[in-house]
């Protein structure tokens, strides 16, 4: 074996052993409600925000205001929160 695949071979081995002991969760379902996945993903936005803060070794690629949209079969792509920060939605 040369030094590449005993390195794949290393690092898939501890990928995989990775996974075997952590759990992973979904945060959402097929019927979620829109409000609920509104709320989600803006929980997401902010908690990568803060990551990304308080992190050393990363880029801060992530930051300023955040615009949500709501995009639904019946009414189309709706604004739910614009860039100045204000709801502009019923959602």
Request: charged letters at 20%; aromatic letters at 12%.
């Amino acid at each position: 074996m040369d030094i590449v695949s005993v390195y794949d071979h290393v690092v898939r081995n501890r990928f995989h052993k990775f996974l075997s002991c952590t759990s992973f969760e979904l945060l959402f379902v097929e019927a979620m409600p829109i409000r609920d996945a509104v709320d989600l993903a803006r929980f997401l936005v902010e908690a990568t925000i803060g990551f990304v803060k308080f992190s050393v070794a990363r880029p801060k690629t992530v930051g300023g205001s955040i615009a949500i949209a709501a995009i639904t079969k019946h009414e189309g792509f709706q604004w739910v929160q614009r860039q100045n920060g204000f709801s502009t939605s019923r959602i």
